[in-house]
């Protein structure tokens, strides 16, 4: 993407007479993200508040400069030139819970595993699933992440929404969220500054031990020890990608330092000296071989962040 120096600068500007700074340039994305690759971003900042927000809304309206957000950096891949606008990643400030019944409100910012864990503290069942999901609260409802037959939007009560394009915040209804499969139709201007979750009542050892299977599942089918973005595709509708990608014969394909995953044929593990351009390339030969073999397309779960196209060749 072309964005002018001057467009950068003055939303610079904006946004450090209100954050001072906090505001980070040229700011290296790979350690952020689970990938651990890919370049810098051209403006950062972990706002703490909701005055920070506005900060951020009125860089927006004013200079037209994109800007994208970041939880824990799982199911993203950064271009390798990086992000030629503003990066957001919601800072401590939006990392809190609170129950109220059987009701657990939340930050944006709050681990989706953490969370889980705080509903077993209070004996509230329903969001065991969350522990083998790395990722922000916010992430998780924007993408509707699931496992092991749960998914958020089998517990959302409400998402709490701040609009970057009118600095308003909004309350916006499970029903009024869209979701489907792996995503959601809340504005892609706004971020999730927190949820609310409606449970029930569990036995904490019930809980507990279906949280351990989850854990236990995760650790023995994922290549948890090395580089990479979680699920790649979406599973198409009665079927899953790692069964059509390994039957394709694409499980241990290379591009360079990228590779299928020999653990699970639907992750792609990144060794030392990959770049988003390894992965890319390898993204699109996995697509076309599965398409040659099954006549399925597979859907990227990944989220692209810069300069980067699958529609492209």
Not at 26 to 38: E, K, N
Not at 72 to 78: D, W
Not at 293 to 312: F, K, M, N
């Amino acid at each position: 993407m072309t964005v002018p120096d001057e467009v950068v600068g003055r939303a610079e500007a904006i946004l450090r007479a209100a954050c001072g700074d906090r505001v980070r340039t040229r700011f290296v994305l790979a350690p952020l993200t689970t990938f651990r690759i890919g370049g810098p971003a051209a403006l950062f900042l972990e706002p703490e508040s909701e005055g920070d927000l506005v900060a951020v809304s009125e860089a927006v309206r004013q200079t037209g400069i994109p800007i994208a957000i970041l939880g824990k950096g799982s199911n993203v891949l950064v271009a390798d030139e990086g992000y030629r606008g503003i990066v957001l990643r919601l800072g401590r400030g939006y990392r809190w819970s609170a129950r109220d019944g059987d009701r657990l409100t939340a930050g944006g910012a709050m681990p989706l595993p953490a969370l889980a864990g705080v509903a077993l503290a209070h004996g509230l069942a329903g969001l065991e699933f969350g522990v083998a999901i790395p990722a922000s609260l916010g992430g998780a409802v924007r993408m509707n992440a699931g496992a092991h037959g749960g998914s958020l939007a089998d517990v959302i009560e409400s998402v709490d929404m701040f609009g970057l394009s009118d600095g308003s915040s909004r309350r916006v209804p499970a029903n009024e969220a869209g979701f489907s499969y792996r995503r959601s139709a809340l504005a892609p201007d706004g971020v999730v500054v927190g949820a609310t979750v409606r449970l029930g009542p569990g036995e904490p050892p019930e809980i507990r031990a279906r949280m351990d299977e989850a854990r236990d599942w995760r650790r023995r089918t994922q290549p948890l020890a090395e580089p990479n973005c979680g699920s790649v595709f979406k599973n198409p509708h009665g079927d899953h990608a790692a069964r059509l990608i390994e039957t394709a014969g694409a499980k241990g394909r290379r591009v360079g330092s990228a590779s299928v995953s020999t653990k699970h044929a639907n992750f792609i593990v990144a060794s030392e000296g990959a770049t988003a351009s390894d992965v890319l390339t390898l993204v699109r030969e996995i697509q076309d071989l599965v398409e040659e073999r099954s006549g399925i397309r597979l859907e990227p779960e990944v989220h692209l962040l810069g300069d980067l196209d699958l529609a492209s060749r």
